[in-house]
Nanobody, 117 residues
């Protein structure tokens, strides 16, 4: 089963920026709205941003609005998440998936984002 591959995470100071990338293969993202999700330690996975199938519409959780920007490139089958003004509460493992995601997965490995205060 083909899974998305997330990358770009790291350890950054509060106020810093990151660009997360999600790479599909075999055009697994084509035809679907896509989203970024995150799971903080000890918490359930939550949706943070979504983008329509065409890329024309984007949506954000209130907690990230104005700081996160989601985009997609159909030619490369990628979905990116630009993160600015990082806060310690943004710490977690970030995943991409169809939006809404399949009830029983699958999910990729995710990419760890750690924000130090």
């Amino acid at each position: 089963q083909v899974l998305p591959v997330e990358s770009g995470g790291g350890l950054v100071q509060a106020g810093g920026s990151l660009v997360l990338s999600c790479l599909g293969s075999g055009r697994i993202f084509s035809g679907y709205a896509m989203g970024w999700f995150r799971q903080a330690p000890g918490k359930a996975r939550e949706w943070v941003a979504g983008i329509s199938r065409s890329g024309a519409s984007t949506y954000y959780a209130d907690s990230v609005k104005g700081r996160f920007t989601i985009s997609r490139d159909h030619t490369k089958d990628t979905v990116n998440l630009h993160i600015n003004s990082l806060k310690p509460e943004d710490t977690g493992v970030y995943y991409c998936n169809k939006d809404p995601p399949p009830v029983n997965g699958p999910w990729g490995q995710g990419t760890q984002v750690t924000v130090s205060s």
